[in-house]
């Protein structure tokens, strides 16, 4: 696994080409929503331009009108009608009042028009379809443009007339588009510029500091000085950063003990090696032993020689294997009160009918288990169980009072249900002391590898041996709670009972 994470490091630290990358996302979308926003304005500006440019034109008119209308009953000179007429910048200006259409004055008489614009009543839509064609489809003749009067000045007019070019409108539109689209680069080019940098110190930066150290600890995952930092930020950067610490510390960890226990393996294997060849070699004595005719040596010997076979068994299932892992189970049903008792030969209980204290043992194994219960299990592996329960125990209760040395084993076979299903039959085995009990730190870790030892010098690894060995045969191991020392309670199920 540490291999393949460098292997990702390695690949992801390779330099990559980064063609369009986060920042310049970010400014080229903030210069697109800036036009999008202007072009939405501008829509409505140019109609309003074209309109009150048209308003003034009128006004114009309308003043020359006056002018044109005060003149004496012979009008004014024809050259002085065309300065008017240029100045407005119409050909024609006619009104209308009194139920009469008066042509006031007349430069060039168009022969037709091209549109009329209708400014006296002119909605929003039609105004702006009105602009845009004056920009995209110029007319090829003049424009009759229609406005309001002015009823304070001149009597009973209701409105004026003019006709003009269409082109210098038009040249005006471009000029206003043209000011127009000048106005939102610069403002947009701006706003991307302000966005971008903002964007750069609260977002960008912070997430190239986490890509880059996702790059680095991928290199060497187990190195607890590439876990990153993280900032004092309340956001969700700050959030990211100390999940991305959180999940480092417990992957550098979570390595750093597969790697201790490859090496134990390891460890192990050559360790088994040479034992078997030891152990191969102690049984063959033992046998020797075996034709001894003292009664003490033929009533220890066989005992011996099976002890040594499970070793020898055991041995050779690892190297096997090649790694801790437990095999499955070879379950057969057999009776568990005479494999109990196998356990007053380990080192520290004091065999039975002993006096209470200074013989061979120290510690008094109490075991309360019927004669016809059996259980349905691999015998070797729950020996292995129990050996490792009552060993535990055995060093709890070293240096406490007579009174404490006590453990209590006991079985019983009760009906299926609670922790381990609707088994029909389960037996609970229970094994409790009255020593010190677990420390807190152990309980936090129970059942887990080099984490659950309860002694100064312990590895650890029996709870684990016993929690794995359970879940094989399809139980469960737990901690009881318990006024002193320690309980711990075992539920296998029958095969048949699922």
């Not at 331009?49 to 009008?75: C, K, M």
């Not at 929690?467 to 320690?486: K, M």
């Amino acid at each position: 696994m540490t291999e393949r994470l460098q292997q990702i490091g390695k690949e992801g630290a390779k330099p990559r080409r980064i063609v369009f990358g986060l920042s310049a996302r970010l400014l080229w979308l903030t210069v697109a929503f800036v036009m999008l926003a202007e072009v939405l304005i501008y829509v409505p500006s140019v109609a309003n331009f074209q309109r009150s440019w048209l308003n003034d034109r009128l006004t114009a008119a309308q003043i020359a009108a006056l002018v044109l209308d005060a003149a004496p009953a012979e009008g004014l000179p024809r050259d002085l009608e065309d300065q008017l007429l240029a100045g407005v910048g119409a050909m024609t200006v006619a009104v209308r009042g009194g139920g009469t259409r008066r042509l006031l004055a007349v430069s060039d008489m168009p022969p037709a028009v091209d549109r009329v614009i209708d400014l006296r009543d002119q909605s929003w839509p039609r105004a702006i379809a009105a602009a845009f064609s004056t920009l995209f489809s110029p007319a090829e003749a003049p424009i009759l443009v229609v406005g309001s009067g002015m009823r304070e000045t001149i009597t009973d007019v209701e409105f004026v007339e003019i006709v003009i070019d269409e082109a210098p409108l038009r040249r005006a539109l471009f000029a206003f588009s043209r000011n127009i689209l000048l106005l939102s680069l610069l403002i947009s080019g701006i706003t991307a510029g302000l966005i971008y940098l903002a964007l750069q110190i609260a977002i960008v930066r912070p997430v190239r500091r986490l890509s880059a150290n996702l790059a680095s600890f991928s290199q060497n995952p187990e190195d607890t000085s590439r876990i990153i930092a993280p900032s004092s930020r309340g956001d969700e950067i700050g959030l990211a950063e100390e999940a991305l610490a959180g999940m480092e510390r417990e992957l550098a960890e979570e390595l750093r003990q597969k790697r201790r226990l490859a090496e134990l393996g390891l460890g192990v294997s050559k360790i088994n090696h040479e034992l078997r060849n030891m152990l191969t070699t102690a049984q063959l004595l033992s046998d020797r032993l075996a034709s001894a005719p003292d009664p003490l040596v033929q009533r220890f010997a066989p005992r011996l020689v099976a002890t040594l076979q499970r070793a020898i068994d055991f041995s050779e299932a690892t190297l096997a294997y090649g790694r801790a892992v437990e095999p499955e189970p070879n379950r057969r049903r057999f009776p568990l009160a005479p494999l109990a008792r196998e356990l007053r030969d380990l080192p520290g209980i004091r065999p039975e009918g002993a006096a209470e204290a200074g013989e061979e043992g120290d510690v008094r194994l109490e075991i309360a288990i019927a004669e016809d219960l059996t259980i349905d299990a691999d015998r070797e592996q729950i020996l292995r169980v129990l050996v490792n329960l009552v060993r535990n125990a055995v060093q709890a209760l070293r240096g406490l009072p007579e009174e404490r040395r006590r453990i209590a084993l006991k079985a019983t076979r009760e009906p299926g249900g609670g922790a381990v299903g609707d088994a029909a039959g389960v037996v609970v085995v229970t094994v409790a002391d009255r020593g010190p009990g677990l420390p807190a730190r152990a309980r936090e870790h129970l059942f887990e590898p080099f984490q659950s030892a309860a002694r100064p010098g312990g590895s650890g690894l029996g709870l684990a041996i016993c929690a794995e060995i359970v879940r094989l045969h399809g139980g469960e191991i737990s901690l009881v709670d318990s006024p002193e020392g320690a309980c711990f309670r075992i539920a296998i199920p029958d095969r048949d009972a699922g």
